[in-house]
């Protein structure tokens, strides 16, 4: 009787096992259709959102210049802006350096933007003299996208303002807005359907540039080559875009396909090694959409794409912006100069922003509208890129720049274009740093995914059910395992004790 009770003993132990196992296997499967349908969410809905720096410093600028945080060249900070919101930062400056700072405004994904609104920058003196100051505007494309404006104080410019050492000013402020209007509330991107209550992510990067040893012209280079060259050829190699200068991706010569397309109301940011006396070309081509290759079906999208240029410190040099009526269709930088030191002294935008060697940084907008017409997409996109001439010596800077390396290109950065290393050799433009500073003042404490308010909605758009799960998961194996310890010395403790070990070696988590 003894031996029959074992036997059906163990019938029953491994009964209940096989219904706790079954438990278990049906919360793995719904784990794992979870996951499934979270991550099919997220690649059939909106556009990633923009990827800030990992080591960006939280601070909170000031409505007024008393209290202003001060910034730490070489360094990346995370803000924010909300509607008519105008906000004070500090630089100390001293006599012989030439300061960048940019700030790019990330509104959130869906937000309804008019195309005069923007961000504005502005660098004050102490007595609340203008050293210079851009907006950059959401445009044509009335598609809410990362903008990015930037200002200066650059020794030379004026003989009278901005010249000498001290303190000195950053203001950012909100420009454009418009009174919201009623009856075109429904529409994305109408004249006056501005959703500017909610506030704008902000990034500011800061680059302190040293003077020159030995001073020369101050007159720009009359003479350079500006006929469009022979578009690049070739089979495409296949490149991911990123989804911000710190994350955009490393691209040289040649023809450029990006993995998966672009999708309306995204931005993807790509970036290319340009060195002292080489001239950068691009071509941006659009890709036909599905079932509308004669153009006719869908209608025509006035201002689809947008493709901006942006120099190593994250200064605007210039912009293109075609339509779409989905046939193939491309958008083409002006010829632009070579790369040289005199370049910061002409009067155009575009000549002046080819002032640096280093990383420029091409950013790519599709407009939200497309979508209106063509469908979500993805839609083809090809970059044809051109870096003209060979490396030339640079200037002999008195000091180094901060952050190190951001004005010149390595073989490394050469290696990594080739490659597609977002990283890039390091040159990265004002991205590095830790998330703290001794020589940066902040009025905020680092803050993580807590303090993202995308980060947020995905958590609780797609945390909340898998989490559930996981503790039901996690609930069911500590009852099965108690159970099984229970039963396992009378149906022989060696060998269970060897499983059990076993398990925990593959599976548990390290202390």
């Known amino acids: 009787m003894g031996g029959v009770r074992g036997y059906d003993e163990g019938w029953r132990v491994m009964g209940r096992r096989t219904v706790w196992w079954r438990a278990l296997a049906a919360v793995g499967a719904a784990l794992c259709a979870t996951a499934t349908l979270t991550a099919g969410a997220t690649a059939a809905g909106t556009p990633d959102p923009y990827a800030y720096a990992e080591d960006a410093t939280r601070v909170d600028g000031m409505p007024s210049t008393t209290g202003a945080v001060r910034l730490a060249p070489g360094k990346t900070y995370r803000s924010s802006l909300r509607e008519g919101g105008k906000l004070y930062y500090r630089l100390e400056l001293g006599a012989g350096a030439n300061a960048y700072v940019s700030a790019t405004a990330v509104p959130d994904l869906g937000t309804a933007v008019a195309s005069a609104e923007g961000v504005k920058v502005t660098v004050q003196d102490a007595d609340g003299h203008r050293c210079s100051s851009e907006t950059a505007r959401f445009g044509p494309t009335r598609s809410?996208?990362?903008?990015?404006?930037?200002?200066?104080?650059?020794?030379?410019?004026?003989?009278?303002?901005?010249?000498?050492?001290?303190?000195?000013?950053?203001?950012?402020?909100?420009?454009?807005?418009?009174?919201?209007?009623?009856?075109?509330?429904?529409?994305?991107?109408?004249?006056?359907?501005?959703?500017?209550?909610?506030?704008?992510?902000?990034?500011?990067?800061?680059?302190?540039?040293?003077?020159?040893?030995?001073?020369?012209?101050?007159?720009?280079?009359?003479?350079?080559?500006?006929?469009?060259?022979?578009a690049v050829t070739g089979d495409a190699r296949r490149r991911k875009g990123g989804t911000s200068f710190t994350t955009a991706s490393a691209v040289a010569q040649g023809v450029w396909e990006d993995t998966?397309?672009?999708?309306?109301?995204?931005?993807?940011?790509?970036?290319?090694?340009?060195?002292?006396?080489?001239?950068?070309?691009?071509?941006?081509?659009?890709?036909?959409?599905?079932?509308?290759?004669?153009?006719?079906?869908?209608?025509?999208?006035?201002?689809?794409?947008?493709?901006?240029?942006?120099?190593?410190?994250?200064?605007?040099?210039?912009?293109?912006?075609?339509?779409?009526?989905?046939?193939?269709?491309?958008?083409?930088?002006?010829?632009?100069?070579?790369?040289?030191?005199?370049?910061?002294?002409?009067?155009?935008?575009?000549?002046?922003?080819?002032?640096?060697?280093?990383?420029?940084?091409?950013?790519?907008?599709?407009?939200?509208?497309?979508?209106?017409?063509?469908?979500?997409?993805?839609?083809?996109?090809?970059?044809?890129?051109?870096?003209?001439?060979?490396?030339?010596?640079?200037?002999?800077?008195?000091?180094?720049?901060?952050?190190?390396?951001?004005?010149?290109?390595?073989?490394?950065?050469?290696?990594?274009?080739?490659?597609?290393?977002?990283?890039?050799?390091?040159?990265?433009?004002?991205?590095?740093?830790?998330?703290?500073?001794?020589?940066?003042?902040?009025?905020?404490?680092?803050?993580?995914?807590?303090?993202?308010?995308?980060?947020?909605?995905?958590?609780?758009?797609?945390?909340?059910?898998?989490?559930?799960l996981l503790l039901l998961w996690l609930g069911l194996w500590t009852v099965v395992a108690r159970r099984r310890a229970a039963v396992v010395p009378a149906a022989g403790q060696g060998v269970a004790m060897t499983k059990r070990g076993r398990g925990r070696g593959r599976g548990a988590p390290r202390g």
């Open 144 to 230: 809410p996208h990362p903008v990015t404006a930037w200002a200066s104080r650059q020794i030379g410019s004026d003989p009278y303002m901005c010249q000498e050492a001290g303190t000195y000013y950053v203001l950012v402020e909100r420009v454009g807005t418009v009174t919201p209007d009623r009856s075109t509330q429904g529409t994305q991107g109408t004249q006056g359907s501005s959703d500017g209550g909610e506030a704008w992510g902000l990034e500011l990067g800061y680059v302190l540039e040293p003077v020159v040893k030995q001073a020369g012209s101050t007159s720009p280079p009359e003479a350079w080559n500006s006929a469009s060259p022979e």
């Open 260 to 468: 998966d397309g672009i999708r309306a109301g995204q931005t993807l940011y790509y970036k290319v090694p340009v060195d002292w006396g080489q001239q950068l070309y691009v071509t941006a081509e659009l890709g036909s959409a599905d079932g509308n290759d004669d153009g006719n079906d869908n209608g025509y999208v006035g201002n689809a794409l947008v493709m901006s240029l942006y120099n190593p410190v994250r200064g605007s040099v210039d912009d293109a912006t075609i339509g779409y009526n989905g046939r193939q269709t491309s958008a083409d930088l002006d010829p632009l100069p070579p790369v040289r030191y005199d370049n910061r002294f002409a009067a155009d935008g575009e000549t002046s922003g080819m002032r640096f060697a280093g990383w420029y940084y091409l950013a790519v907008h599709l407009g939200a509208p497309v979508a209106d017409r063509f469908g979500d997409g993805p839609l083809g996109l090809t970059l044809r890129v051109r870096v003209a001439g060979s490396a030339a010596e640079g200037p002999d800077y008195l000091d180094a720049p901060e952050p190190r390396g951001v004005f010149e290109i390595t073989a490394e950065d050469r290696k990594a274009a080739e490659s597609g290393s977002v990283d890039g050799g390091g040159s990265g433009g004002g991205t590095e740093g830790g998330t703290g500073s001794a020589d940066a003042e902040t009025t905020g404490n680092t803050q993580g995914i807590a303090a993202d308010p995308i980060a947020m909605k995905l958590v609780a758009a797609g945390g909340i059910g898998t989490g559930s």
